[in-house]
């Protein structure tokens, strides 16, 4: 074990992911309506509230308000499960996902990044998702498939309809469109998802009473809903890797350097809740990035926000030149639940501006170096 980190380099890494976090889901305070995706109160608030036709419930995963949607219906009927964790089920870590797709939506991100259609715009159908683009292709599996194995789970109970998801206008087969057609072609990772519910389920079932849950541990669920997103992502990055040609090199870079992050910022276990979440926002790139944007020097975003893409690319870099060693040795370094507090904590305080050191990172990493002077225990007491 390595007690507080023990290490140097962790804390320069934590600094790293300060920002990160920061920019990870949305771009206004967290206060009023703001805190909530945009159009949070027209998407279908249950499966009934989406078109039944034939004996099933028929959902456009490839329009806005409806993909909205799938995350309203998990949130609500998990809302239950963290009665513990705040009022108005604020404390449901489901929150990150709407609220990144919602942060997608109001930048054009999800729009027809080739501009071949008017897919995504004002002067088109602004609440139409672009199959071309790669944030739309990559969120499809960290919204459809989280939700299907909310299905397969049995989260909504025993459901009157089947499932069924429209296809993409193109790119047909890179999706999957029902409980039994995803199970067949993705089954790890359905089932990691389907794992996420049932151990909400579980804690149900274990309860002594209805209205208690008292097997329910939150690390354990952000464990599990970690290592599901964690495993969409893994498995979305190649499939879509050629869409990133729709996008300027910046914006491509972007992307790439934000789903490496993520691995870290899993690895600490970070509460998603929605308070949370909308704590990290202030750096979010308002825009996309197009040609011309060299970070650090983008006029029209803050310094803050370009420290923001600056770390997220030496972060990237860094991770790749030591053949993802970073990332194990991260991992290691957040093995206890002690660890993984402390690396929360550190996540959500520690000030912006650090100067990254990708040697010392490595190398400290590498050792494993107990003596490397890093933060007092007392720096986490109240």
Same mark, same amino acid.
């Given at each position: ?23 990870? #889901? ?10 909530? %995706?945009?159009? #949070? ?20 995963? *490839?329009?806005?308000?409806? @993909?909205?949607?799938?995350? !309203? ?29 919602? *942060? ?25 998702? /672009?199959?071309?683009?790669? #944030? ?71 309860? !002594? ?22 495993? /969409? ?16 090199? %910046? ?55 370009? @420290? ?64 490397? %002077?890093?933060?007092? !225990? !007392?720096?986490?007491?109240?």
């Amino acid at each position: 074990m390595w007690s507080y980190f023990g290490i140097r380099a962790l804390f320069t890494v934590t600094i790293t992911l300060s920002l990160v976090t920061a920019a990870a #889901w949305s771009e206004k305070d967290a206060t009023g309506d703001d805190i909530y %995706p945009p159009l #949070w109160n027209l998407a279908p608030e249950n499966l009934l509230n989406f078109l039944v036709k034939d004996n099933k419930i028929i959902i456009n995963a *490839w329009n806005y308000q409806e @993909r909205l949607g799938l995350y !309203k219906s998990l949130l609500n009927s998990s809302a239950k499960y963290f009665t513990a964790f705040g009022y108005q089920n604020f404390g449901n870590i489901l929150w990150g996902l709407p609220l990144q797709h919602g *942060w997608q939506f109001r930048t054009g991100r999800l729009a027809d990044p080739s501009n071949k259609t008017s897919c995504g715009y004002e002067n088109g159908d602004l609440l139409c998702i /672009s199959v071309r683009s790669w #944030w739309s292709c990559m969120n499809y599996y960290l919204a459809v498939i989280p939700f299907l194995g909310a299905v397969e789970a049995g989260l909504f109970g025993q459901l009157q309809y089947e499932i069924e998801i429209l296809p993409a206008e193109e790119r047909t087969t890179d999706f999957c469109y029902s409980v039994a057609d995803c199970r067949s072609r993705i089954p790890n990772l359905m089932n990691a998802w389907k794992a996420y519910f049932e151990y909400l389920l579980s804690t149900e079932h274990k309860a !002594k009473s209805p209205a208690t849950f008292s097997s329910f541990k939150l690390d354990d669920a952000l464990c599990l809903m970690w290592r599901a997103h964690v495993a /969409s992502i893994a498995y979305a990055l190649p499939k879509f890797h050629n869409s990133l040609k729709y996008l300027s090199d %910046p914006e491509a870079n972007f992307g790439e350097d934000w789903a490496n992050a993520v691995d870290f910022i899993a690895a600490t276990h970070f509460s998603t809740d929605l308070l949370t979440t909308n704590n990290f926002q202030v750096f979010l790139p308002q825009r996309m990035l197009v040609v011309g944007d060299a970070v650090p020097f983008i006029s029209d975003f803050s310094p803050q926000q370009n @420290r923001v893409l600056l770390s997220l690319s030496a972060l990237y870099k860094a991770n790749k030149i030591t053949g993802g060693l970073l990332l194990s040795l991260w991992r290691k370094s957040m093995s206890t639940e002690e660890e993984r507090k402390m690396g929360q904590k550190l996540i959500a305080n520690m000030a912006s501006g650090q100067k990254l050191d990708l040697l010392a990172i490595y190398n400290d990493l590498k050792r494993g170096d107990l003596t490397a %002077p890093f933060l007092e !225990k !007392k720096q986490f007491q109240h």
